[in-house]
């Protein structure tokens, strides 16, 4: 039973327009996000992340929206870029619980 | 480097040998953790160190999967009498401090390729 999911295998946006990256949980416990990228034959690489208690947060392009009643978050990056072809994972932990679990992923391509 | 460092990148085992597969966190991080990565997957977590403690190896899928970090630092993860299905990516992270809204930072991986 997954308790992150990305619904979406892959997406294509075109560069220079917004991509948005969807997730949702089923855990009400879980009051910490993270967004991860990866490269091929790479490891995850942390890009953002927000906590439970706020709705948004922002680092350069990347925004990741929270609506905590709707166990949904969103990672907008605006304006894309070539170099933001990868996948990325939707993560999530719960208070006083160390591990992080993760969904599947969504390719993300950005087209020239 | 400053990354988490991850040996060997490749490792390829027939079936029913045993390996193990080494982590170098990041200086002075104390929390790691280990995680598998199937084919089309997303990591899924196997166990987790504070410090030389192994807290939580509720992950890992059977009693041939073991991990140590005995002195707080580097970790192994051995994997005893190995089968096809044990064919994944291993990743070590680690993190600054324990628990809640700390990152943690990936190594690249060990692939795990069993014949």
């Known amino acids: 039973d997954q308790q992150v999911k990305q619904n979406s295998p892959s997406l294509s946006v075109q560069e220079g327009r917004i991509s948005i990256l969807n997730c949702d949980y089923t855990?009400?416990?879980?009051?910490?996000f993270l967004w991860y990228k990866k490269y091929p034959a790479e490891g995850p690489t942390f890009l953002i992340s927000?906590?439970?208690?706020?709705d948004k947060n922002e680092d350069g392009r990347f925004t990741v929206f929270l609506n905590k009643s709707a166990k949904h978050l969103s990672l907008h990056i605006v304006p894309s870029q070539p170099g933001d072809s990868a996948v990325y994972f939707c993560a999530a932990s719960a208070l006083g619980d160390d591990k992080i679990i993760f969904g599947k992923g969504t390719r993300l391509h950005i087209l020239p | 480097g400053a990354g988490v460092s991850q040996s060997p990148r490749y490792k390829v085992a027939k079936r029913g040998q045993d390996v193990a597969l080494r982590c170098d966190p990041i200086?002075?991080?104390?929390?790691l953790f280990w995680y598998q990565q199937a084919l089309g997957q997303g990591p899924e977590f196997l166990t987790y160190f504070q410090n030389e403690a192994q807290l939580d190896k509720s992950g890992l899928p059977s009693d041939r999967f073991f991990a140590e970090r005995p002195e707080g630092s580097v970790s192994t993860l051995k994997i005893q009498r190995t089968q096809q299905e044990d064919s994944a990516v291993y990743l070590c992270a680690s993190s600054l401090a324990r628990g809640g809204l700390q990152p943690q930072h990936f190594g690249d991986g060990t692939r795990l390729s069993i014949l």
């Open positions: 855990n009400s416990m879980f009051d910490y």
């Open positions: 200086s002075g991080h104390v929390s």
């Open positions: 927000i906590s439970s208690i706020k």
